[in-house]
């Protein structure tokens, strides 16, 4: 199965099948497999009587799938076809998932499709131009057939006789054809009404008797003893046999008439009507709107021939029995018990066997898939599905196994992940939320209240244990709900009791950068903006940044604050003090976690993971600042861990609950990693999802499980341990870009007809489309349509567009058929059809020349005037007797001329006044209203004409300045009616220039501004209002955010010194981050007389230049300020350092970049610290101590976080200079206490990041040789700074030490070499120690040879017999050796190493747990593996893999006694023995006892005795695995 594959899903909920498909779901041959079409692809299931599993999907069509089928051939359950609206027909192998053929011989969108059941490799599908297309994939044949100028609904193939096919069209004609004579019509049943929504034969073939057979209870008769036939064939007879006459069989067909028709195929007729009955709902009535809202599907199950079961009106499924007499032939499926039924209408039916049951299958609108028992009628279980992006996961902190799901489709699910009977346990809400759930978050101890925010801006609470609607703020946001978290109050919900108050509010942070505190008690009250709070509390005067995202630490102490800049703010409750700004990430912020406060180590708890949309995760640890708050608001520009690998913006994280330092993160580019934050590490990548993303959470209950939500529509529940792949791919593109390309809705024109084939001619009055999954319903349901993508991803809102619906009222007449008798054959008519192409006229060259002539405005007048002759003299006698006519006659000039009124222009005014009316129609009926305006104005009716203008929406400028001979008001009215006219035509600029005109200034900006025509607007609110107007500034500040979203940070910038914030501009320039844009911002800054934020700027950029080692521009722009000269003071010794380790060891410090260094003159033959003080001094003045302690209280504040090995060296480097700085100011004060504290920091940064080159160096230039001179001169009474003093002593001695290891000559004299072998040997417990002894012999014994070989080398004469002038260095040296040796002996601290040894018992208890936990969730999992279904109740394992000294198990409270004991031991030591660090005393003991067996220089028999028994009585087999680790590799 592919759902066991590695690194497949555990649990999934899929996509919803699609909707009004006439076939979209089936089920195998043998019963395994159940497939259903989800959007682009089809989900399979594995069907159980208890719970389905999740096998996996059938990818690779880019539109939806309208029809899918199993190949039901004996031996061919493997396969099944798919059609989709992409114009293909795939085959697939359901073993392997993958393709097996395709064709895209359709013109148009496909309706239907059948695996034929009795041909192996014959799959027919019908388009919606009637178009039938027969395909042998096995030999890539195919015929195509157009039996019916109709729009095919759906389709069958017989299971008895190959070649016929039953088609159901959408005016309800069935047709049969048989493919085998070109697709004859066979028969046409007619009878329906309306659309055949499901066709299904008879399972049991014969029809003998039914020609004699006048009722219908003689045909049930037949069904009858047709059972009795089959049964038979199953004792041994065969069903062939008896029905050798004839091969006929029964059909049955459901239409949305209401009706289900079973025809009989030999008398082309229906024997049988079953009427749909109106059922009432439990507690209701029947809505009279939900028989409108209908689809009939019928299934004939093969076990049970005289039953068909189908759909009815409101999601209720039916079981006729044809052979039960009587008005009620109908059962209700899930009757027994309330909620079994579905809730909507279903569209899709099937049958399969399962572990002995019989079981049906059902798809429909309420998104759910049933599997129902044939035998008991009853639902086994239900299959939840989504229809719309996941949003939003959240688990219960009270009911830890409850996760809240937020769906794009309107609806929230609560999914009981704990349910052993029911897998997929899930309860729906939708009701109150009406638009896509973004947001979720539970209440932290309220059981089942769960807060929810959604696209439209609205925030809401539900109740999850009562059916009640959920309670709505009255508050909305104007964007997208984003962020939901609960927090304790802050003012001024704050400033009550404890009685008037909750315990926790409810935060929402939402698109438009806002964060809301609403009261859940009062919801209907107002909600109130906490940026007041934040302006109140730390007198902030600037604009704040827009807000996206919040997280409460697990305490409520700390609220950590995402902004849209890529800032995060950290504020103390209750009054949120800003107590630090982190600037790390330079986009905006999509999601903030804090770590669990239950860590084994309490300062992981401080830590805070963030996302944004620059792929990058960061980690910080603000244990000092929020320990320490600091006076005023710090910033954090070094990250504590950064996780990189994502090749697309993070959407979302988690921290797991049951590991320390353990963080999942998602992603755009369509992958989940697990980290180690700790080591920097990835460690599992999860790639399951076929989309971008969005959400996750770490299980509470089970540590080994994830649950990821993407924008495919699924739910995945993963095991990380089981995954493939360790981190994500590596240049992958963005999962958006490849959606674009992939699954963009391509646009319905007409297609190129394929030069290939004959396809017969569609007439175009048969053009009808059917509805693709719409809702009826549409505004009484949440449920949007099913089987399109989500408005995010794209052209979605075009499809309903592209495919427009025919399908009107029921009562609306359609099209009638080509005249053709109704029985009679018609052939195939088949002719190639040739595309039209379009030919553009090319104008010649005179015609631009030639002068178009003015259209007429009396063209009925003229084409009268052009009449023959004769009609023309007619007009003539007619006009002269109507002018000259006597007055007594009756006749007069109105009457005389009401039938000729082209005669008005030289009679009365009247007569003219007609002429220009008719004149005007006939305008207004060419499309010419121009012209029936001039002839109103010339009548006088100026005012008529600009009305009828405006109602029409035909104003012109010509108009406009004509109305002023109407009036005043009429010229008001006409300009603002003009000025409507405009924006809706989209010309806003000459719509606010006639606003301007009636002097509506502000309405004139305000026009210009909502369409984002900022520029305009701005240069009108210039020129005409006051500099003061706050209309202005609001206009800067808008159109300034709307250019920092895009990208146009300079130009933002203009806009925010505009208005007057040069705060802002001074950010909004930085953002970018680069060199150019941080010094400009900091020297805009400067201008200002913003100080503070242009000493951030140029640290920044200092800190750039530092990076390209041009130190000459970072003193430069470190200058600018007063306020730096400490960290000037830094830069300088970090040059000078950097300079002296690059002459010390050129080769080392070799880089492609050149240094630009200073060229201040020192002295060379001077020490490094005198060189740095004369620097000081002279360049930046730092002669008094006043000044130097004013520098170092400056630099002491600043905090960099420890180092680890994956510091870089250049990182590192600045660490150290940083600590040695305020060394050298401590040493100006005299500050001994200080000085040698950070020494001993510079030296532990270089130890912790394991470069030993560089701690070696700086103890040579800091303190050469030995560092007695600074215990003199600190006070003997202070204990911490003689510790201190002993720590630095300490670390001084292990790099003497180790450089009595490296500079060892390769043949020095060697004398007792097994010395050491026979002292540490004599331990039984020293195993690796004895391994270290011997490796030392061997190489001692190589030495013995070499000296044995070549005597004259070691302290002898000279081949000429004078004596070796190297005789004395050689001692010399030997003598400096063997003191440096004895100084070593301050490492040899019996205190330090117990408590190292303590920790070391610490460390491997710890271990010795992890390892047991581990083990114990490893063993559940395999049991749950095993059997699903049994409830293992597991105790820790007594024998587990932890063992003691002996070999033997230890049990879990012997771990956790043993840990006690040994944190008990912890605790006795004085805290200035194990709160500094010290060299590792176990390892130093072998080195000098290593370098003493060598006899290049004599250990002290002392020293000797104390390193032997300090490792009988600390012995540890680990400490000598790292010494050989470190030492001899």
């Known amino acids: 199965m592919a759902a066991a594959a590695a690194g497949a899903p555990e649990r999934v909920l899929p996509a919803s099948p699609n909707w009004y498909c006439s076939r979209c779901s089936d089920a195998s041959e043998d019963g395994s497999l159940f497939g259903f079409a989800a959007r682009n692809s089809i989900c399979l299931l594995v069907v159980r009587s208890g719970v389905p599993t999740f096998h996996g999907e059938l990818v690779g069509h880019t539109e939806r799938v309208s029809g899918f089928s199993f190949c039901h051939y004996p031996g061919q359950s493997n396969y099944c076809a798919s059609s989709s609206d992409d114009g293909a027909v795939k085959i697939w192998d359901v073993q392997t998932l993958a393709t097996v053929t395709e064709h895209t011989l359709h013109q148009n969108i496909i309706s239907a499709l059948h695996w034929s059941p009795q041909m192996k490799d014959l799959v027919v599908s019908g388009d919606e131009k009637g178009i039938v297309i027969c395909y042998w994939h096995n ?70 008797g039914l020609s004699s057979w006048q009722e219908e209870g003689q045909v049930l008769l037949y069904l009858n003893v047709m059972v009795l036939l089959e049964e038979d064939a199953i004792n041994g007879c065969s069903l062939e046999e008896v ?285 109130h903006d906490i940026n007041k709070v934040i302006r109140g509390t730390n007198a902030i005067k600037h604009k704040l940044p827009a807000h996206t995202e919040i997280s409460w630490k697990p305490d409520g102490s700390i609220l950590a604050i995402g902004n849209e800049d890529g800032s995060m703010e950290i504020f103390q409750a209750p009054e949120l003090k800003l107590l630090c700004t982190i600037q790390q990430h330079h986009k905006l912020i999509n999601a903030i976690r804090w770590h669990h406060d239950h860590a084994a180590q309490p300062e992981l708890s401080y830590m805070i993971a963030s996302g944004s949309n620059n792929a990058v995760v960061y980690v910080h640890n603000i244990k000092n600042v929020i320990e320490n708050p600091p006076e005023r608001p710090v910033t954090i520009t070094e990250p504590f861990r950064t996780l990189l690998g994502h090749t697309a913006k993070i959407t979302s994280l988690s921290w797991s609950p049951h590991h320390d330092g353990r963080l999942v993160s998602v992603s755009y580019d369509g992958t989940a990693e697990v980290w180690d934050v700790l080591k920097e590490e990835p460690l599992h990548n999860y790639r399951g999802h076929r989309g971008r993303l969005l959400c996750v959470q770490w299980s509470p209950v089970e540590a080994d499980c994830i ?225 029936f305006q001039q002839l109103m104005i010339w009548k006088g009716e100026l005012k008529g004409a600009l009305q009828l203008a405006a109602e029409r929406g035909e104003l012109t400028d010509q108009l406009v300045a004509l109305s002023p001979m109407a009036g005043y008001q009429a010229w008001m009215w006409t300009v603002e009616a003009f000025t409507k006219q405009l924006c809706f035509q989209e010309q806003y600029v000459k719509a606010a220039s006639h606003l301007l005109s009636l002097h509506k200034v502000y309405e004139a900006v305000e026009l210009l501004k909502t369409h984002s025509f900022f520029r305009e607007a701005i240069a009108i609110a210039k020129a005409r209002l006051h500099p003061e107007d706050p209309v202005l500034k609001d206009l800067y500040t808008s159109w300034a955010a709307i250019l920092e979203k895009d990208g146009h940070y300079s130009l933002a910038a203009k806009c925010y010194l505009g208005a007057a914030a040069p705060y802002d501009a001074a950010k909004v320039l930085s953002k970018k981050g680069d060199l150019t844009s941080l010094k400009a911002a900091a020297e805009l800054s400067l201008i200002a007389g913003e100080k503070e934020l242009s000493v951030t700027f140029s640290f920044r950029c200092a800190q750039e230049l530092l990076s390209a080692k041009n ?26 350092l950097h300079k002296c380790l690059s002459e010390r060891n050129p080769v080392q410090n070799r880089s492609p970049s050149i240094p630009c260094y200073h060229s201040w003159v020192v002295n060379q033959d001077c020490s490094f610290i005198e060189i740095v003080t004369t620097v000081w001094q002279s360049i930046f003045g730092v002669h008094t101590a006043e000044q130097a302690q004013n520098m170092f209280e400056q630099l002491q504040n600043i905090q960099y976080p420890p180092a680890t090995s994956n510091t870089p060296p250049q990182q590192l480097l600045f660490y150290v200079s940083h600590e040695l700085t305020l060394a050298l100011l401590s040493h100006q004060t005299a500050s001994w206490k200080e000085a040698v504290k950070a020494i001993l920091r510079a030296v532990t940064q270089s130890y912790d990041a394991g470069n030993f080159t560089l701690m070696h160096e700086i103890c040579n230039i800091i303190v050469p040789g030995d560092c007695d001179h600074l215990r003199e001169k600190l006070d003997s009474s202070d204990i911490q700074s003689l510790s201190a003093y002993r720590s630095l002593q300490a670390f001084v001695a292990y790099v003497q030490l180790y450089n009595l290891w490296w500079n060892f000559p390769g043949d020095s004299l060697i004398l007792e070499h097994g010395t050491l072998t026979s002292e540490v040997c004599n331990n039984e417990q020293s195993t690796l120690g004895c391994q270290i002894s011997c490796a030392s012999t061997s190489s001692s014994t190589e030495g013995i040879h070499d000296t044995e070989a070549r005597p004259e080398e070691f302290f002898h004469k000279k081949d000429d017999g004078t004596s070796s002038e190297t005789d004395s260095s050689i001692n010399l040296n030997l003598l400096k050796k063997r003191q440096a040796l004895s100084s070593c002996g301050v490492l040899l601290s019996e205190q330090h190493a117990a408590v190292q040894s303590v920790r070391r018992d610490i460390s491997r208890v710890q271990q010795s747990l992890a390892t047991l936990i581990h083990q114990h969730q490893k063993n559940n999992l395999q049991q749950s593996t095993t059997d699903e279904q049994d409830l293992v109740e597991t105790q820790l394992p007594l024998s587990s893999p932890s063992m003691n000294e002996v070999g033997e198990p230890i049990s879990l409270p012997d771990l956790m006694k043993q840990l006690t004991e040994a944190n008990q031991k912890l605790a006795e030591f004085p805290s200035s023995i194990k709160d500094l660090p010290f060299p590792d005393v176990l390892e130093c003991c072998l080195v000098m006892l290593h370098v003493g067996a060598q006899r290049v220089v004599d250990l002290d028999p002392e020293l000797r005795e104390q390193c032997l028994h300090l490792l009988q009585k600390f012995r540890a087999n680990d400490v000598y695995r790292e010494a050989c680790r470190k030492f001899f590799t």
């Open 139 to 208: 030999r890539s044949n195919s015929q195509q057939f157009f039996p019916e100028p109709r729009t095919i609904f759906c389709l069958t193939c017989s299971p008895h006789h190959e070649n016929l096919v039953a088609i159901g069209y959408k005016d309800g004609i069935v047709v049969i054809i048989d493919i085998s004579r070109k697709g004859e019509v066979v028969h046409r049943l007619r009878g329906h009404d309306d659309e055949i929504h499901s066709l299904a034969w008879c399972p049991v073939l014969g029809e003998e």
């Open 243 to 527: 029905a050798t006459v004839t091969k006929s069989c029964y059909l049955a067909s459901g239409s949305k008439d209401q009706t289900i028709r079973v025809w009989s195929y030999t008398r082309n007729r229906a024997v049988m009507t079953l009427k749909l009955p109106f059922l009432k709902r439990r507690g209701g009535s029947f809505e009279s709107a939900v028989k409108e809202r209908l689809w009939l599907t019928v299934h004939w199950p093969r076990s049970q021939p005289t039953q068909i079961f189908s759909s009815c009106f409101g999601g209720e499924l039916l079981q006729s029995d044809l052979v039960q007499t009587g008005k009620r032939k109908w059962v209700l499926l899930g009757s027994s018990t309330e909620g079994q039924n579905h809730s909507r209408i279903v569209f899709n039916l099937c049958s399969l066997r399962s572990e002995g049951r019989e079981l049906l299958l059902s798809i429909s609108m309420d998104r759910d898939v049933k599997c129902w028992d044939l035998a008991t009628l009853d639902c086994r279980w239900t299959m939840p599905s989504l229809g719309g992006f996941v949003y939003s996961l959240a688990f219960s902190p009270v009911d830890t196994g409850c996760l809240a799901i937020g769906v794009g489709d309107n609806m929230i699910r609560v999914w009981n992940t704990l349910s052993i009977n029911n897998h997929y346990d899930v309860k729906t809400f939708w009701q109150g939320i009406k638009s896509k759930v973004t947001a979720l978050s539970w209440h932290p101890t309220k059981e089942g209240c769960l807060a929810f925010g959604t696209d439209d801006g609205k925030v809401g609470i539900y109740d999850t244990y009562s059916n009640k609607p959920p309670q709505i703020s009255s508050s909305y946001h104007k964007k997208t709900v984003y962020a939901l978290a609960w927090g304790p109050p802050v003012p001024p919900l704050s400033l009550g009791g404890d009685g008037d108050r909750p315990s926790v509010t409810l935060y929402s942070c939402a698109g438009e950068g806002i964060v809301f505190q609403h009261n859940p008690w009062k919801l209907n009250g107002e909600a």
């Open 707 to 931: 649950y990821t939500g993407a924008d495919d529509f699924c739910v995945h529940k993963w095991v990380p341990a089981k995954q493939e792949h360790s981190r994500p791919p590596q240049g992958k593109k963005s999962i958006e870009l490849e959606k674009k390309r992939s699954l963009a809705l391509k646009p319905k024109a007409k297609k190129k007809k394929k030069p290939l084939g004959k396809v017969p001619a569609v007439p175009d009055s048969e053009c009808a489309v059917p509805t693709v999954n719409e809702d009826e319903d549409a505004v009484e349901t949440p449920l949007e349509e099913n089987g399109l993508l989500d408005q995010e991803a794209g052209k979605a809102q075009q499809e309903p567009e592209e495919r427009p619906s025919t399908e009107g009222h029921k009562d609306s007449p359609t099209h009638p058929p080509l005249a053709c008798a109704p029985d009679v054959q018609k052939p195939p008519v088949t002719f190639r059809i040739l595309p039209v192409r379009k030919e553009h006229i090319k104008p010649g060259p005179d015609s631009s020349m030639k002068r178009k002539k003015p259209r007429s405005i009396l063209p009925l007048s003229t084409s009268l005037d052009h009449r023959s002759k004769e009609e023309l003299h007619q007009d003539c006698m007619r006009l002269a007797t109507c002018l000259h006519s006597k007055a007594g006659q009756k006749e007069d000039l109105p009457s005389c001329s009401r039938d000729h009124v082209h005669l008005g222009l030289f009679t009365n005014r009247p007569t003219l006044y007609r002429l220009m009316e008719a004149e005007g129609r006939s305008h207004l009926e060419n499309g010419h209203p121009e012209l």
């Open 1111 to 1136: 130190w000459v521009g970072a003193q430069e722009v470190l200058q600018q300020h007063e306020s730096l000269l400490g960290q000037r003071l830094v830069f300088c010794l970090h040059e000078l």
